[in-house]
């Protein structure tokens, strides 16, 4: 049995999400799979209306009026977004991969909407504060991909919603750095080239920009421009999840009929809702140990605080002792959480978007994990009482199924043949995506697609202790021996 094989066996086992796909679709075309993702046909318990409006004044605060005009015609045919993205710079292979399907499945709009989070921070797995480098140190494939930061290291732990913009020294210091490590062969020169031009390009265009999230709009479109040889499939409309949110909950919580209302005043359902997903994943644990309840907190230092409520406070401590505290009011949290001293956690923005409003929200191996149980936990908490039922059943029939976890249809081919990820920075560094690859994107088979993203996150679905030695260049290299004429192989010079 080769590698490959192990591991789709591997994460199988380990993924009841990659367990249905394999079953239903290993062989079909990933076209197949992208037909599956349609909105949901069942009538939300709240209007989307109030929805569009926040989307559409997020839009023009960041692309224009033009373009948000453009969104909301897209959105009100079509309420259906991408949700396990970070917001951010974005060179994450995965992530990117990702929203190009997305921008290809049947009958998909002009503009693809990416809901991402901005309440991570900047060193998180995507990596925001910098780029991502598909390429191996020394020639070594295990420890794919490299970084390159470009804000400061002593922001690492700002999330991204509160990071500084990042300056002209910055991007010089990360060009500086990227050519030492070609001098100490960390980078190939193809590398060191593709990220030059991308710091030297899409950074240095953002430069003038007032805000961090400005820049990194910026940025990810030049990002995505330049994935393409033509015009992009789509346009890339990339937005912060959480203000989102926060201008919902503005009338939520103020709304007695709202879900969110329910769920945080009704005493004996918001009791109900906290013992329900007490140590549930993406939520929240009592105790204060792990998550948040409902909110994240926000630092001076622009770090991200876990709350919890004691009795009618949401309070929490710093990362310098310092105490945050709101009354569990309306009153109190509404101006917070429009200041931005208070964040919607998951469960809260999920609950918001999703299961009040339908809005079909599209995840990774992780939310099709998660989702479902956020809306069995509010569908048990509403059970406590019959006045409850109405939206309890609308709840109930939100998807949480919705799904594009770890495909990609396009790898880079290194000199020794090996297939690896390829991230925006590597795409748009070997030419771009010609029209026929972009044709072919989605005939790539759903297991060769899983197969070509295992290299960068098998390890994230199967413990590192059932995976041999040197796995990550086994299946690179098997991947590369592989030669059906369907993935999309870069082949830099």
Same mark, same amino acid.
Request: charged letters at 20%; proline letters at 8%; aromatic letters at 6%.
């Given at each position: 049995?080769?590698?490959?094989?192990?591991?789709?066996?591997?994460?199988?086992?380990?993924?009841?999400?990659?367990?249905? *796909?394999?079953?239903?679709?290993?062989? %079909?075309?990933? &076209? $197949?799979? +992208? @037909?599956? =993702? /349609?909105?949901?046909?069942?009538? !939300?318990?709240?209007?989307?209306?109030?929805?569009?409006?926040?989307?559409?004044?997020? *839009?023009?605060?960041?692309?224009?009026? %033009?373009?948000? &005009? $453009?969104? +909301? @015609?897209? =959105? /009100?045919?079509?309420?259906?977004? !991408?949700?396990?993205?970070?917001?951010?710079?974005?060179?994450?292979?995965?992530?990117?991969?990702?929203?190009?399907?997305?921008?290809?499945?049947?009958?998909?709009?002009?503009?693809?909407?990416?809901?991402?989070?901005?309440?991570?921070?900047?060193?998180?797995?995507?990596?925001?504060?910098?780029?991502?480098?598909?390429?191996?140190?020394?020639?070594?494939?295990?420890?794919?991909?490299?970084?390159?930061?470009?804000?400061?290291?002593?922001?690492?732990?700002?999330?991204?919603?509160?990071?500084?913009?990042?300056?002209?020294?910055?991007?010089?210091?990360?060009?500086?750095?990227?050519?030492?490590?070609?001098?100490?062969?960390?980078?190939?020169?193809?590398?060191?080239?593709?990220?030059?031009?991308?710091?030297?390009?899409?950074?240095?265009?953002?430069?003038?920009?007032?805000?961090?999230?400005?820049?990194?709009?910026?940025?990810?479109?030049?990002?995505?421009?330049?994935?393409?040889?033509?015009?992009?499939?789509?346009?890339?409309?990339?937005?912060?999840?959480?203000?989102?949110?926060?201008?919902?909950?503005?009338?939520?919580?103020?709304?007695?009929?709202?879900?969110?209302?329910?769920?945080?005043?009704?005493?004996?359902?918001?009791?109900?809702?906290?013992?329900?997903?007490?140590?549930?994943?993406?939520?929240?644990?009592?105790?204060?140990?792990?998550?948040?309840?409902?909110?994240?907190?926000?630092?001076?230092?622009?770090?991200?605080?876990?709350?919890?409520?004691?009795?009618?406070?949401?309070?929490?401590?710093?990362?310098?002792?310092?105490?945050?505290?709101?009354?569990?009011?309306?009153?109190?949290?509404?101006?917070?959480?429009?200041?931005?001293?208070?964040?919607?956690?998951?469960?809260?923005?999920?609950?918001?978007?999703?299961?009040?409003?339908?809005?079909?929200?599209?995840?990774?191996?992780?939310?099709?994990?998660?989702?479902?149980?956020?809306?069995?936990?509010?569908?048990?908490?509403?059970?406590?009482?019959?006045?409850?039922?109405?939206?309890?059943?609308?709840?109930?029939?939100?998807?949480?199924?919705?799904?594009?976890?770890?495909?990609?249809?396009?790898?880079?081919?290194?000199?020794?043949?090996?297939?690896?990820?390829?991230?925006?920075?590597?795409?748009?560094?070997?030419?771009?995506?010609?029209?026929?690859?972009?044709?072919?994107?989605?005939?790539?088979?759903?297991?060769?697609?899983?197969?070509?993203?295992?290299?960068?996150?098998?390890?994230?679905?199967?413990?590192?202790?059932?995976?041999?030695?040197?796995?990550?260049?086994?299946?690179?290299?098997?991947?590369?021996?592989?030669?059906?004429?369907?993935?999309?192989?870069?082949?830099?010079?």
């Amino acid at each position: 049995m080769t590698l490959r094989a192990h591991a789709l066996d591997l994460a199988a086992r380990h993924s009841p999400l990659v367990r249905d *796909t394999l079953r239903r679709l290993a062989d %079909a075309p990933l &076209a $197949d799979l +992208l @037909a599956e =993702l /349609r909105p949901g046909r069942s009538e !939300p318990w709240q209007s989307r209306d109030d929805l569009y409006a926040a989307v559409a004044d997020q *839009t023009t605060a960041l692309y224009g009026p %033009a373009v948000a &005009a $453009d969104v +909301l @015609a897209d =959105l /009100r045919e079509q309420p259906i977004v !991408p949700t396990s993205n970070h917001f951010g710079v974005d060179t994450f292979a995965d992530s990117v991969q990702g929203t190009l399907l997305f921008a290809l499945r049947p009958g998909a709009p002009r503009n693809v909407v990416v809901l991402g989070f901005g309440s991570v921070s900047l060193n998180n797995l995507t990596y925001p504060m910098g780029l991502r480098l598909y390429d191996p140190r020394h020639g070594e494939l295990g420890g794919l991909p490299q970084r390159l930061p470009v804000q400061p290291n002593r922001d690492k732990h700002r999330t991204v919603l509160a990071a500084r913009p990042y300056d002209a020294g910055m991007v010089e210091r990360a060009r500086g750095r990227l050519v030492r490590m070609r001098q100490e062969g960390e980078v190939s020169e193809f590398c060191a080239r593709s990220a030059d031009d991308v710091l030297h390009r899409a950074y240095g265009s953002a430069l003038a920009l007032p805000s961090h999230a400005l820049q990194a709009t910026r940025v990810n479109t030049a990002l995505w421009e330049g994935m393409f040889q033509a015009e992009p499939p789509a346009r890339l409309v990339q937005l912060a999840i959480e203000p989102i949110c926060a201008a919902l909950l503005s009338k939520d919580l103020c709304d007695p009929g709202s879900l969110i209302h329910q769920l945080f005043f009704v005493p004996q359902v918001r009791d109900a809702l906290l013992e329900a997903l007490d140590g549930a994943r993406a939520c929240w644990r009592r105790d204060g140990s792990r998550g948040t309840v409902f909110c994240w907190g926000l630092s001076a230092a622009g770090r991200r605080v876990p709350l919890v409520l004691d009795g009618e406070l949401l309070t929490g401590v710093d990362e310098r002792g310092h105490r945050l505290e709101w009354k569990f009011s309306q009153h109190e949290l509404v101006p917070a959480l429009l200041d931005q001293r208070l964040v919607p956690s998951l469960f809260t923005c999920f609950a918001t978007l999703a299961f009040a409003r339908g809005l079909s929200c599209v995840g990774g191996y992780y939310q099709a994990m998660y989702l479902p149980v956020i809306r069995q936990g509010i569908v048990d908490a509403l059970g406590v009482g019959a006045e409850f039922s109405p939206m309890a059943e609308r709840v109930a029939q939100v998807p949480t199924g919705l799904h594009l976890a770890g495909l990609q249809s396009v790898g880079r081919v290194l000199p020794g043949g090996a297939l690896i990820p390829a991230g925006p920075v590597e795409i748009a560094g070997a030419g771009g995506l010609s029209p026929a690859d972009v044709d072919a994107l989605t005939r790539v088979p759903v297991r060769e697609a899983h197969l070509v993203a295992f290299p960068e996150l098998l390890d994230h679905l199967v413990p590192p202790g059932e995976l041999p030695p040197g796995w990550a260049a086994t299946i690179a290299a098997e991947n590369g021996g592989r030669h059906d004429g369907r993935v999309i192989r870069l082949e830099p010079r």
